[in-house]
C-alpha cells in the first residue's frame, strides 16, 4: 500500500491513478493494469469495514457531456475491477465528474495528461496510516 503515495483527501486516505490505466477516450483498463490495483484489493478483502469512494476526472478535450459519461465509465472500471478482485461493490461509491475540477492546466498536454485521472478515497482513512 506504500507504493500508491496517499494523500490525505477530502473524503479520507486518497491515491491518484493517472491516465496511464487507460487508452485515450476509453474506459476500458490496459491490459495488465488490473495488477496495480492487487495490493489495493487485498487491503479492502483483509478491511471489509472499509469504504471506497472512486472519482473519475477528463481533460477539457471533447464535450461536457462526452467527458462526464467517461470519468463516470473509468470510475466504474475501476470498480468493476476490485470486484472482480473480490471486493463487495457495496462498499463502493462512485462519482463522475467530466472536465470539472481539474488540477492542472487543460492549456498543455501536460496539464491535460495530470487532469485525466482516478482519484480512489478509503472513506474516514489517515494517509499517514499508508505512507
Known amino acids: 500500500m506504500r507504493n500508491y503515495h496517499f494523500k490525505q483527501g477530502r473524503y479520507g486516505a486518497m491515491l491518484t491513478l493517472q491516465d496511464t490505466l487507460f487508452k485515450t477516450g476509453s474506459a476500458a483498463l490496459r491490459p495488465g493494469m488490473e495488477a496495480q490495483l492487487k495490493p489495493l484489493a487485498g ?18 478535450v471533447g464535450s461536457t457531456a462526452a467527458n462526464l459519461t467517461l470519468s463516470r465509465d473509468r470510475a466504474q472500471a475501476v470498480a ?6 473480490g471486493v ?21 498536454p501536460d496539464g491535460r495528461r495530470l487532469n485525466r485521472r ?13 505512507n
Not at 80 to 85: G, N, R, T
Not at 88 to 103: K, Q, V
Not at 118 to 130: G, M, P, R, Y
Open 118 to 130: 482516478v482519484e480512489v478515497s478509503l472513506i474516514d482513512q489517515q494517509a499517514k496510516t499508508f
Open 80 to 85: 468493476d475491477a476490485l470486484a472482480v478482485m
Open 43 to 60: 487491503y479492502l478483502r483483509a478491511n471489509p469495514r472499509t469504504r471506497l469512494r472512486i472519482d473519475g476526472f477528463t481533460d477539457s
Open 88 to 108: 463487495d461493490r457495496g462498499r463502493l461509491r462512485l462519482e463522475g465528474h467530466g472536465e470539472a475540477l481539474p488540477t492542472a492546466t487543460n492549456a498543455t
